[in-house]
């Protein structure tokens, strides 16, 4: 088909959209798409904001979700893809056809990354940043010995290669400071490039850092980065069910009966229950002034876990809203 027939398309699909007509400018941009699918403008300028509208009046609509997960899939770019399902996957209901993308864009994400070659930059990262607190922009000047520069983990984590799914500069800093300021084991729940500044932060083996990964893939990427001689203990912790939740198996974990710090950043928005199970299932371990850094606070499957914390154990909860929001919780005095 000749360009300038798909340009016509587009141009009545644009009409089409402006009419509300959603249905069939749909058809007509997935019709372009058929033919060129890497003609940027049927992609940016009319498909996607036509699903984004259709989204916008109706944020649980499944078929716009999915249809834009499509569009977007047909430019084999996978960071537009995975942008698009972090932004809307919250208000979508946890049907199979949400779990099944959400694996695929886990498995496609991974192999997307050229793991080797990000595994020798990060070694490399590694090896020379020296902890230090004095260059440190983010922290503040009585900040404690030990944290790192935030330089290093900007350069850390644009190694690390994982777009969205990594965690923050600010949020590395962040778990540096608390890790300096706690005592007693750590818990991570959800591995990667924290799992790295983790493993530079307890590099003497002082405290039990405990990493626990539920799909194999990720676990392995992990144990392949992180230097033979790291004392983090990194686990491949399937999910399980519990009663009212699924959380990672620990039934083969020996649990810290001391731990101070739990870093919250999984499992994914998709498990059932979100990451309520974190002090459900730790509890054992817990004790006051235990801190609990909650990831992605600001969706409502963690709001949720935040009141239900609050009323199950005593604990004094925080809530920074701003991104995608960050919450921490502290086991209170009895
Ligand atoms: C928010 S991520 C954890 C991020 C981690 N704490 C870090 O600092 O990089 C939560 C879970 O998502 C999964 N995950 C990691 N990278 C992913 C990717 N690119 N696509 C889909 N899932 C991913 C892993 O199972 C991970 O435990």
């Not at 770019?77 to 399902?85: N, R, S, T």
């Not at 990060?122 to 090896?127: D, E, P, S």
């Amino acid at each position: 088909m000749p360009t300038q027939t798909l340009d016509d398309q587009i141009r009545q699909a644009e009409e089409h959209i402006l009419a509300g007509d959603h249905g069939d400018a749909l058809t007509l941009l997935h019709e372009v798409l058929s033919e060129d699918p890497t003609h940027t403008e049927a992609l940016n300028d009319a498909a996607v904001k036509c699903l984004e509208a259709i989204l916008q009046q109706d944020p649980t609509h499944s078929n716009a979700f999915f249809n834009l997960l499509d569009t977007l899939a047909l430019t084999d770019d996978l960071e537009l893809v995975i942008d698009a399902y972090l932004r809307y996957e919250e208000q979508i209901p946890d049907t199979e056809e949400k779990v099944e993308y959400a694996e695929r864009i886990t498995s496609e994400a991974q192999q997307n990354v050229d793991e080797q070659a990000a595994a020798q930059k990060v070694g490399a990262t590694l090896a020379t940043w020296e902890n230090n607190a004095a260059h440190s922009n983010l922290i503040n000047a009585s900040e404690p010995q030990g944290t790192p520069a935030v330089q290093d983990l900007e350069k850390l984590v644009q190694e690390w290669d994982n777009g969205a799914w990594a965690a923050t500069p600010t949020y590395l800093a962040l778990l540096s400071q608390l890790f300096a300021q706690t005592t007693g084991a750590v818990v991570e729940c959800g591995s990667g490039v924290s799992t790295l500044v983790l493993h530079k932060l307890n590099q003497h083996g002082e405290r039990r850092v405990i990493s626990l990964e539920h799909h194999h893939g990720w676990y392995e990427r992990l144990q392949t980065t992180l230097p033979q001689d790291t004392t983090v203990e990194l686990y491949h912790a399937p999910l399980r069910s519990y009663d009212g939740f699924d959380w990672y198996d620990m039934d083969s974990i020996d649990l810290p009966s001391d731990i101070g710090l739990i870093i919250c950043d999984g499992p994914p928005g998709t498990t059932r229950g979100g990451r309520v199970g974190a002090l459900h299932v730790l509890c054992k371990g817990l004790r006051p002034g235990t801190i609990i850094v909650l990831d992605d606070a600001n969706r409502s499957r963690e709001l949720a876990a935040l009141l239900d914390w609050d009323e199950a154990f005593n604990v004094h909860v925080e809530l920074f809203t701003e991104g995608k929001g960050i919450a921490l919780a502290q086991i209170a005095e009895q």
